[in-house]
C-alpha cells in the first residue's frame, strides 16, 4: 500500500494563501493514478476539493473554483494544491488520496482566520 504525507498547512489571514504538498511513497502507484484532495471539519464528512488525473484531467469542487490549483510532479511522486484568496470557510483538515482508493495520508490542517 501507498504511503502519502500531506505538508504545508498552518495559519493564514482571509485571503491570504498556501501551498499543500502530498509525497506519495510508491511511484508506479502514483503515476498511473488520479489523485485527489480531500477537506473534513469536525462533525462533517471529508468532501471532494480536487482531483487530477494522470493524464492532467482536472476538477474542482465549486466552493474552490477559480481560487485553488492542483498539479503533480511524477518525477517527485508529488500532489500539490495551491490554495488563494483563502477564506474562514475554507478551515479544515486537508487530506490527499489515491482516488478511488483508501489510500489517505494523516492530513494537514489549515486555519484561515484573522
Known amino acids: 500500500q501507498v504511503q502519502l504525507v500531506e505538508s504545508g498547512g498552518g495559519l493564514v489571514q482571509p485571503g491570504g494563501s498556501l501551498r499543500l504538498s502530498c509525497a506519495a511513497s510508491?511511484?508506479?502507484?502514483?503515476?498511473?493514478?488520479?489523485m485527489a484532495w480531500y477537506r473534513q471539519t469536525p462533525g462533517r464528512q471529508r468532501d471532494l476539493v480536487a482531483t487530477i488525473s494522470s493524464g492532467l484531467l482536472i476538477n474542482y469542487a465549486d466552493s474552490v473554483k477559480g481560487r485553488f490549483i492542483i498539479s503533480r510532479d511524477n518525477a517527485k511522486n508529488t500532489v500539490y494544491l495551491q490554495m488563494n484568496s483563502l477564506k474562514p470557510e475554507d478551515t479544515a483538515v486537508y487530506y490527499c488520496?489515491?482516488?478511488?482508493?483508501?489510500?489517505w495520508g494523516q492530513g494537514t490542517q489549515v486555519i484561515v482566520s484573522a
Open positions: 488520496n489515491v482516488f478511488a482508493t483508501h489510500s
Open positions: 510508491k511511484s508506479i502507484i502514483f503515476s498511473h493514478n488520479t
